[in-house]
């Protein structure tokens, strides 16, 4: 098991930005009146950042791989990631409506941005075995995130004891989350990274 802890991630401010406009939110009735504004804000948000995470390699034999990947058999990175305590509080002080909803956007585009960067460590352990990691499943996240139609219908429902047994296997106490029925801190999430056998992509190219 492998815990990471305060690590630092990029901020997409423009993805914020871009995901406000897609939900039609009034940034300037609250007081963002421009990009740069919005810049600003979400980079003032990010500053809260405190992200932790702890992943662990499941080989496709392993009984919880097995409930993740359903009938495929392949090995998987199980991870717990949360974006921290101060975070949390950070967006708890938002009082205006359409600064609460920028904030959840801007938590969902930090979640997906540091499990990104989760992925691009646990790579580094499924290269020199012929792998590499596929798109994140996502077993439980707050706030969930915003995936085009195929991937999002393709996570199944995941019962609690799922994600319990995860915790105290991936010992999510180390970071500080706790789950029951909801996260502490808020906004974690528990995740997946299918590996992916390099030659079976080649084979499967090479018959198009």
């Known amino acids: 098991m492998k815990k990471i802890k305060k690590f630092k991630i990029p901020v997409y401010s423009y993805e914020v930005?871009?995901?406000?406009?897609?939900?039609?939110?009034?940034?300037?009735?609250?007081?963002l009146p421009d990009e740069a504004a919005v810049r600003e804000h979400?980079?003032?948000?990010?500053?809260?950042?405190?992200p932790a995470v702890v992943f662990e390699y499941f080989p496709p034999e392993d009984e919880t791989a097995a409930r993740i990947n359903g009938a495929v058999r392949q090995p998987l990175t199980a991870g717990i990631l949360t974006l921290g305590k101060s975070f949390e509080e950070k967006l708890a002080g938002q009082k205006?409506?359409?600064?609460?909803?920028?904030?959840?956007?801007?938590?969902?585009?930090?979640?997906?941005?540091?499990?990104?960067?989760?992925?691009?460590?646990?790579?580094?352990?499924?290269?020199?075995?012929?792998?590499?990691?596929?798109s994140a499943i996502y077993i439980a996240s707050c706030p969930e995130p915003e995936?085009?139609?195929?991937?999002?219908?393709?996570?199944?429902?995941y019962e609690n004891e799922l994600i319990k047994s995860l915790f105290e296997r991936?010992?999510?106490?180390?970071?500080?989350?706790s789950y029951d029925g909801a996260f502490s801190?808020?906004?974690?999430?528990?995740?997946?990274l299918p590996w992916l056998s390099k030659k079976k992509k080649k084979t499967a190219s090479a018959k198009k």
């Open 17 to 31: 930005l871009r995901k406000a406009r897609k939900h039609k939110l009034d940034l300037a009735a609250a007081g």
């Open 42 to 50: 979400a980079s003032a948000l990010a500053a809260a950042l405190e």
């Open 96 to 134: 205006d409506d359409t600064l609460k909803r920028l904030g959840r956007i801007a938590a969902q585009v930090f979640m997906q941005t540091a499990v990104g960067v989760t992925s691009d460590l646990a790579v580094r352990e499924a290269e020199p075995e012929g792998f590499e990691l596929g």
């Open 147 to 157: 995936l085009p139609p195929q991937e999002a219908t393709a996570v199944p429902l």
């Open 170 to 177: 991936l010992e999510a106490s180390k970071i500080g989350v």
């Open 185 to 192: 801190p808020k906004y974690s999430a528990v995740f997946a």
